[in-house]
């Protein structure tokens, strides 16, 4: 049974325009949730994160939004970039860390 | 589906003591593997990535001594925390790279309480 869900495996996103990559999760005590992103061949690298007494965070281009009535967040990047393209993971922590599977951004010139 | 397991999930240790966390690959062959260490509230932090057969690559500033890296196998990895001091008390996560696939897999973490 899947904790975090990310039930998109690939989104194709124009450059400029706006990509929102979803994460859907079951566990009502995650207390703090997180995005990831990941080039080929590379580790994953922080992207951004949130409390979950919060409902938004902004990081330059970069937004988390969080639904904690839904159990769901969400990440805005705008305006997307080719250099976005990559595998987003959602991750949320209570006692332990639980990963999503990850989503495939492309972003198009 | 791909599952990747870390034993133990939470370790108590003694000052000084040594401290082995595994990190295996249930279902697939993963030739690469990544350590993090996570902090409260903050964000991974990438350690080492470990190759199969080779030497592991540590990132700046990780001490290659003291947290000693084995990918003796395509399904583990070993990270050794050696002379622990408490603060190296921390979580210690794990992923791997399906071979076959790409796909990159989290582990569940080990938590290190040093004492």
């Known amino acids: 049974d899947q904790q975090v869900k990310q039930n998109s495996p690939s989104l194709s996103v124009q450059e400029g325009r706006i990509s929102i990559l979803n994460c859907d999760y079951t566990n009502s005590m995650f207390d703090y949730f997180l995005w990831y992103k990941k080039y080929p061949a590379e580790g994953p690298t922080f992207l951004i994160s949130i409390s979950s007494i919060k409902d938004k965070n902004e990081d330059g281009r970069f937004t988390v939004f969080l639904n904690k009535s839904a159990k769901h967040l969400s990440l805005h990047i705008v305006p997307s970039q080719p250099g976005d393209s990559a595998v987003y993971f959602c991750?949320?922590?209570?006692?332990?860390?639980?990963f999503g599977p990850g989503t495939r951004l492309s972003v198009l010139p | 589906g791909a599952v990747v397991s870390q034993h133990p999930s939470r370790v108590i240790c003694k000052s000084g003591t040594s401290v082995k966390i595994e990190c295996r690959s249930l279902?697939?062959?993963?030739?690469?593997m990544f350590w993090y260490r996570q902090f409260p509230k903050q964000s991974l932090m990438l350690m080492a990535t470990?190759?199969?057969?080779?030497?592991?690559?540590?990132e700046q500033g990780v001490e290659k001594d003291k947290f000693l890296i084995n990918h003796a196998s395509l399904t583990l990895s070993t990270l050794t925390v050696t002379s622990a001091h408490p603060e190296d008390s921390s979580f210690y996560i794990c992923?791997?790279?399906?071979?076959?696939?790409?796909?990159?897999?989290f582990g569940e973490g080990s938590r290190l309480t040093v004492l």
């Open positions: 992923s791997a790279i399906d071979t076959n696939t790409g796909e990159l897999f």
């Open positions: 279902d697939f062959q993963a030739t690469t």
């Open positions: 470990s190759n199969e057969g080779s030497k592991a690559t540590y």
């Open positions: 991750a949320a922590y209570g006692q332990n860390f639980v």
